[in-house]
């Protein structure tokens, strides 16, 4: 197949002006970089400057007339006028990275009937690893299923820009399935560790697809509103005067309709002027009156009820969607009309992938094959086999030791590879099993069964990587042009399945698990949590509410339908349902804060330099971030502060944190892909494939499961046993929680309540552009997925999470009572205290002693 002609473009990350030695880049860190246009489609290393004195041998541009290199610039900006807009791709939980020696990134991309008319491009911009060798790797573009190109990856010190023509026919209304997959080899390394340093960035500002703007939008196909540059959806809530809070409360439902509608995963929410450009959408929520004047309302005519419409963009202003009534209740009538006006048709890979990207739902009680998770069969030729899925356990779900989850792999090895060959298999970063490959003649397997326990589960999307490690003796002089280099290790076939046991359905308090997953408790029944749950806006400024739209949007997407917020000014009383607090620190009450656990002096001590810092003018938070620099590091485009708020000193040094804290960088851990790259071009059976691995390795055997080592569960289980008889003899004392002095946000989640009506959850920062900034960078949905524990203390500069254990949970009731379930939350119950599993063995086993001594000495006669 021919390779796709590149295209070469420019990217300014940073304007210097005056001398760029002088420039500074936005982290500070040392000269800005540039995206620089290479004469050719290649991607160019950036060339060294010029020594000051004449060098021995001239350089290529040295002793060029002005007129020339006059004539390079004009060319260059000719071929960036040529450039079109593209339809961006959206934010996913995997991000925008393809790493190791095969991976894939798939994206949902809804488009009209007139954007699939005429011609369409597939454009891809990356950045590629030094260690990536050109010679033997590839970047694979496929819409629907149809390969449209490829090409060498070769983009070291540059962003490269390659673009694909998508043949008519391909692109259907609706949902279409982008997939982006990459084969890496290493330049001059062939081991296993030498896999992790290969990587392919995607640059999300500039990849997407090459289609006309949709003209022909209207309520049905709000999911083809564009996404920004870091694919947030923007929403530009529309005030022609400071709202009052009833009315602000409905305009975040209408926020919160939209985001569910579009089915993007990162909202990004801002009130004030209209927004501009071919991303995003603009909202006008109000009733008739208080509408009216607004330009373009008179077009809609009378208004006798509730009322949606969506009115075109005007010059270069956003579509704007109209939310009305003649009174607050029709406007509310009109949302929750919205938020069922969705289509989910399109093609079929594209319909398929729509609700997979956000991980298959599971239930408990279920046998899944992976081919129905979007897994093919394979076969592999190179060191480090990773395949990932995604699974979305239910938001009440409890993760405990009274189950497992039984793996059965289908699939086979060569001969040959080294005795440290071996399968592992991860659950959200953590190992759960390992299986070797012991036999040198290699093998071919139909059902390895290998048990991964439930406690490595978390309630919302689980990441789960099944990796082969295939050493062998051909490593050792990694001669990667080689015929041996191209032979196949290992065979993954798509009959691979879990088995999924029922599952233990209560919340556990507190855990932000169950906030992320599905907004519990805040999207629960009112008849459950007693009443409507409360959205708490102290201060009513700009930035804050665009911080708590943005998240009450954001928990939408969780619960999967609107949330009934009842906006008010204070936390205190008793009354209404579940507690969300958003608001800058200095505007809380230091009791809402000390019943999360936090100490309010702490925080004060902590934040105290940066509580009066005001945002400097340029990009950072809900404008994003884009330099070759953070490229590199894999950081979420949005999560980025303004140089003046970055934290490089603290007032004050905090305790020490637990042990239970945890940190996660979703630079370094980026999110499993639902889906594996694609069988080739003329695939074989899995009969044909099982066939053929047979006669090649004359043989089979059975692999044994390998538990994990005796010594290490003894020792955590004699752990478990001291800490669980350590609180029956003390209950321990409840301490404030330590906070991050780098956190630019904190969320927590009180833990004194055993009613879901009784929860606090709180979100502050120091100030409010700094909370509207850090809350832009939570919603990334690969920042967002890593919420668990007690508290979480986020550092928005790079979306680094930190998060606190909870020393005790409570298992808090969410459905009607059933024996089954009963059971096995008492069956979790136990085995996460087993302190009281012990008492109540010991207890029952002196019962039993007790009452056979009394019937032993009535039975038989007595000696004289």
């Known amino acids: 197949m021919a390779r796709a002609p590149a295209l070469a473009l420019a990217l300014a990350c940073a304007v210097a002006s005056g001398s760029a030695a002088r420039a500074q880049s936005f982290l500070g860190t ?36 002005p007129a020339a290199e006059s004539s390079d610039a004009t060319r260059r900006s000719q071929v960036q006028a040529t450039i079109a807009p593209a339809r961006r791709l959206p934010a996913g939980t995997r991000g925008f990275r393809l790493s190791g020696e095969e991976d894939v990134l798939q994206y949902p991309v809804y488009l009209t009937e007139g954007q699939v008319r005429g011609g369409a491009r597939l454009r891809v911009s990356y950045l590629s690893a030094i260690s990536v060798a ?27 820009v390659v673009e694909f023509a998508i043949p008519d026919g391909v692109l259907k209304a609706g949902y279409n399935a982008v997939t982006l997959t990459a084969s890496q080899r290493h330049r001059v390394d062939c081991t296993i560790e030498a896999t992790y340093e290969l990587w392919t960035q995607i640059d999300p500002s500039r990849s997407g697809l090459v289609v006309a703007p949709a003209a022909d939008l209207d309520l049905k196909s709000l999911a083809a509103l564009e996404p920004d540059e870091s694919g947030a959806l923007p929403m530009g809530v529309l005030l022609n005067e400071k709202p009052t809070l009833p009315r602000l409360e409905r305009m975040i439902g209408a926020v919160q309709a939209v985001a569910v509608v579009s089915r993007l995963a990162r909202p990004a929410v801002s009130f004030g002027p209209p927004l501009s450009g071919r991303n995003g959408v603009n909202l006008l929520v109000g009733t008739a009156a208080e509408i009216r004047g607004t330009d373009g309302v008179e077009d809609l005519g009378p208004i006798t009820g509730p009322r949606l419409a969506l009115l075109p963009p005007r010059g270069n202003r956003a579509p704007t969607l109209v939310v009305t009534g003649l009174g607050p209740e029709d406007v509310r009538a009109a949302t929750a009309q919205l938020a069922v006006a969705g289509d989910a ?37 190179g060191r480090l086999l990773r395949t990932r899925i995604e699974l979305r356990f239910p938001a009440d779900f409890v993760p405990a030791d009274y189950g497992k989850v039984m793996l059965h792999l289908a699939g086979g090895y060569a001969a040959g590879l080294d005795s440290s060959a071996q399968i592992v298999v991860d659950i959200n970063g953590r190992n759960a099993a390992s299986v070797p490959l012991p036999y040198a003649r290699g093998e071919v397997f139909d059902d390895q069964a290998i048990p991964l326990p439930l406690s490595l589960w978390r309630p919302g999307l ?22 041996a280099a191209r032979q196949p290790r ?20 507190p855990d932000l698990a169950a906030v992320k997953a599905g907004a519990v408790p805040f999207a629960v029944p009112v008849t459950a949590s007693g009443g409507r749950p409360r959205l708490v806006l102290p201060v009513t400024d700009r930035e804050t509410a665009d911080a708590a739209a943005t998240l009450a949007a954001r928990l939408a997407i969780a619960a999967k339908r609107l949330i009934d917020f009842e906006l008010v000014p204070d936390a205190g009383g008793t009354e209404g349902g579940a507690k969300l607090v958003v608001a800058p620190a200095r505007a809380l009450n230091p009791v809402t804060i000390q019943e999360v656990g936090l100490d309010p002096g702490e925080i004060r001590r902590i934040w105290a330099g940066r509580a009066e810092t005001v945002a400097t003018p340029g990009q950072f938070g809900p404008e994003g971030v884009l330099t070759l620099d953070r490229l590199r590091r894999n950081l979420p485009m949005r999560c980025a502060l303004p140089p003046a708020a970055v934290p490089v000193s603290v007032a004050a040094a905090p305790a020490a944190a637990p042990p239970s804290a945890s940190a996660a960088a979703p630079a370094a851990a980026p999110a499993p892909s639902p889906r594996s ?11 044909e494939l099982v066939a053929r691995w047979d006669q090649t390795l004359s043989g089979a055997a059975f692999v044994p499961t390998v538990l994990r080592e005796g010594w290490t569960r003894l020792a955590n289980g004699a752990l478990r046993l001291r800490s669980g008889v350590t609180g029956l003899i003390e209950a321990p004392a409840a301490g404030d929680v330590p906070v991050n002095p780098r956190a630019s946000l904190i969320i927590a989640e009180d833990s004194g309540g055993t009613r879901l009506s009784e929860t606090t959850v709180l979100v502050t920062a120091p100030n409010p552009s700094m909370l ?39 298992l808090i009731k969410t459905r009607i009572w059933s024996l089954a379930n009963f059971r096995l939350v008492s069956a979790a119950w136990l085995s996460l205290n087993p302190g009281y599993y012990v008492g109540m063995t010991l207890f029952m086993a002196l019962c039993l002693g007790l009452a056979t001594t009394g019937l032993v000495r009535q039975l038989g006669r007595r000696n004289s």
Do not use: H, M
């Open 30 to 65: 040392g000269p800005a970089e540039r995206l620089t246009v290479p004469p050719t489609g290649d991607a160019l290393r950036k060339p060294n400057p010029a020594p000051p004195q004449a060098p021995a041998q001239p350089s290529a541009t040295q002793g060029r007339p």
């Open 134 to 160: 050109p010679e033997g790797s590839e970047l694979t573009g496929l819409v629907n299923g149809t390969k449209v190109g490829w090409t060498r990856i070769q983009a070291p010190g540059a962003v490269k």
């Open 345 to 381: 048709g399109g093609s079929a890979p594209g319909a398929a992938l729509a609700p997979l990207i956000r991980g298959y739902e599971v239930q408990g009680g279920e046998r899944l094959e992976l081919a129905r998770l979007g897994v093919t069969s394979r076969e592999f030729n």
């Open 462 to 483: 689980n990441s789960v990587e099944i990796s082969a490690q295939l050493p062998n003796a051909s490593d050792k002089v990694c001669d990667t042009l080689s015929p």
């Open 490 to 509: 290992f065979l993954f076939l798509d009959r691979t399945r879990l088995e999924i046991p029922a599952l233990a359905r209560a919340v556990r308090s």
């Open 677 to 687: 790259p694609p069988r080739p071009a003329s695939p074989e059976t899995d009969e």
């Open 772 to 810: 509207k900034a850090s809350v832009s960078c939570l919603v990334d949905p690969v920042v967002w997925t890593r919420l668990v524990g007690r508290a979480a203390f986020l550092d928005a500069s790079d979306g680094t999470l930190t998060t606190v254990e909870p020393d005790r949970v409570a």
